[in-house]
């Protein structure tokens, strides 16, 4: 039993469709290759970022101890204590707000740049 041979027009329209799908496999290659850059890239942004937030956080979390422990020092009496913890609660009140802005902050920052990763790299 032998296999019947394409015939001209059909081995030509069968090479087309190969090529076209090796195209179609070569631009969905790209797209997934350059999201998955685009994602990576987010990615070690983010981890930058949030190193630096620590950073700047411990920073600032020694600063406000080490004014604690020299208002401690210099207070003489119980009404001195009590106004060093007041001032010092307002101070860690006001350094708790601006961290909670941002977190916020940062929050939609990383979504603008998630979002724009998915509009510049549609999936479909």
Known sequence: ???PELSQPDAAA???TAIEAETQM???NAVASSFMFGA???MLEEMVFASNEILDRAQTEMHLFSELVSKMAGAHSVKDISTMYEECGKH???FIRRD???VFKNGERVIEATSKLFKTHPLN
Do not use: G, P, T
């Open 92 to 94: 860690q009140l006001e």
């Open 1 to 3: 039993m032998s296999m």
């Open 26 to 28: 070569k631009k969905a």
């Open 14 to 16: 069968v090479n087309q």
């Open 100 to 102: 909670c802005d941002r």
């Open 40 to 42: 990576q890239k987010l």
